[in-house]
Structures are given as C-alpha cells and as structure tokens.
C-alpha cells in the first residue's frame, strides 16, 4: 500500500513574498507561466505546493517501481503546463485527481486516452 502525503490547503495559498516558489519551479525546468503578473504569482505558489507533493510521495513510495513511475510521468508532464490559470483553476482539486489527470489526459491526442498507467488505487 502506498504512502501518501499532503499538505494543507493554506499552504498552497499562503503568499510567498520572497519568490521561493518561483525559484523552485526554475530548478524543476516546470515551463514558463503565461498570465498576468498576478496570476503567474498564484499560479506560481500552487504549481510549487503540488509539484512538492508529488517529490514527497515519490520519495515515500520510491521502493514500489510502478507508484513511482506513475508519478514520474504525472510530475513531467505537468512541468510542461504553462498556463497559470490551469494551475489556479486546479487549487482545490485533490493532488491524487491532478495527478490521474496528467497520466490519463495530458499529451493525448482528443479522444485518446494513455490508460497504460491508469490503477490510482495504490495511491
């Protein structure tokens, strides 16, 4: 079974005055956000709260192969997603849903789904 970490919702929202999350996200090669001054900041904050999430568990599932290739391939593609509005839209949705939303919807073709890596159960 795995193990699984979150964090609270006020820390996803608090500001980050000091742009620590933007620097992370430069570290992590995530894409550059396209929005406005102030929703690249909040945007910025959200995409640094969930992209830390995912490290968590990967480090606490890295003994199970499959959990954390799901996640590996989850945290990639949402590195790529660079519209700051997405992450804003994605605030309040459950890390495990973002992540299911990655593997089964980003980079597919309309109509297409990658079900190869789909059992969110273990998670």
């Known amino acids: 079974m795995a193990k699984w970490k979150s964090i609270k ?7 980050d005055p000091s742009e620590e999350s933007s620097g ?33 568990n990967k480090l606490a599932n890295s003994e199970d192969e499959e959990i954390s290739n799901k996640l590996t391939t989850a945290y990639n593609k949402l590195l790529l997603v660079d519209e700051a509005s997405w992450w804003i839209d994605s605030k309040d949705t459950n890390p495990k849903d973002i992540i299911k939303f990655a593997l089964t919807e980003l980079d ?16």
Not at 108 to 123: A, H, K, P
């Open 9 to 15: 919702k006020e820390e996803v929202t608090k500001v």
């Open 24 to 56: 992370r996200n430069k570290e992590r090669s995530a894409a550059t956000l396209q929005g406005s001054v102030k929703m690249i900041g909040w945007a910025e904050r959200i995409r640094d709260a969930i992209f830390s999430i995912i490290e968590t």
């Open 108 to 123: 597919c073709e309309e109509g297409e789904e990658d079900n190869s890596l789909i059992d969110m159960s273990d998670l």
